[in-house]
């Protein structure tokens, strides 16, 4: 009983819309018509890209460490 209801279900649902058949709307703020990466402002491809990554997560991730350390060492007024 159960797996014909649970049949009936898959087979209503599969035929009521098809996803892999609609089409692409380029409308859609998720497709670009110029292709992949032409909506970033910076360029993935570039020779200074990964250094230029990976400096900037380690800024991130350090400046913490190096402010509290700046804070533990300063003089109190």
């Known amino acids: 009983m159960f797996s014909r209801a649970a049949t009936r279900t898959t087979t209503t649902l599969v035929s009521r819309r098809a996803f892999h058949a ?4 380029m409308s859609s703020p998720y497709h670009y018509p110029e292709g992949a990466y032409s909506n970033l402002p910076f360029n ?10 990976w400096a900037f997560m380690a800024t991130g991730f350090l400046a913490p460490f190096g402010i509290a350390v ?7 007024p």
């Open 44 to 53: 993935p491809h570039s020779k200074w890209f990964g250094a230029g990554y």
């Open 22 to 25: 609609t089409r692409a709307r």
């Open 70 to 76: 700046y804070q533990t060492y300063k003089s109190d």
